[in-house]
Nanobody, 115 residues
Framework: QVQLVEFGGGLVQPGGSLRLLCAAS????????MGWYRQAPGTEREFVAA???????NYAGSVRGRFTVSRDNAKNTVYLQMDNLKPEDTAVYYC?????????WGQGTQVTVSS
């Protein structure tokens, strides 16, 4: 399994943007699906977005139209562009790679949306 490390979290005002990066320790070209989950305090981890090796994407309804997931296999990196952020997007964001029975996770990066 590859090791995953997230970057790019921080504090942003409502309506602002952030871009998260997930850097893999090895090649991701053969990892069928990669993407992002998030977990807010007191809640369960929830799916945010995913992208496959054929660049098909899937989004949670709460972020569709505001977030964009992408991958750069040459850089072994997955991205999450987050626009028009809302306070309810505040959470720790986790990168994942692989199918459920053999999935790698990053350590998470905090995103806080507040004025």
């Amino acid at each position: 399994q590859v090791q995953l490390v997230e970057f790019g979290g921080g504090l942003v005002q409502p309506g602002g943007s952030l871009r998260l990066l997930c850097a893999a320790s090895g090649s991701i070209v053969n990892i069928f699906v990669m993407g992002w989950y998030r977990q807010a305090p007191g809640t369960e981890r929830e799916f945010v977005a995913a992208i496959t090796t054929t660049y098909d994407t899937n989004y949670a309804g709460s972020v569709r139209g505001r977030f964009t997931v992408s991958r750069d296999n040459a850089k072994n990196t997955v991205y999450l562009q987050m626009d028009n952020l809302k306070p309810e997007d505040t959470a720790v964001y986790y990168c994942f790679g692989g199918l459920r029975d053999n999935r790698s996770w990053g350590q998470g990066t905090q995103v806080t949306v507040s004025s």
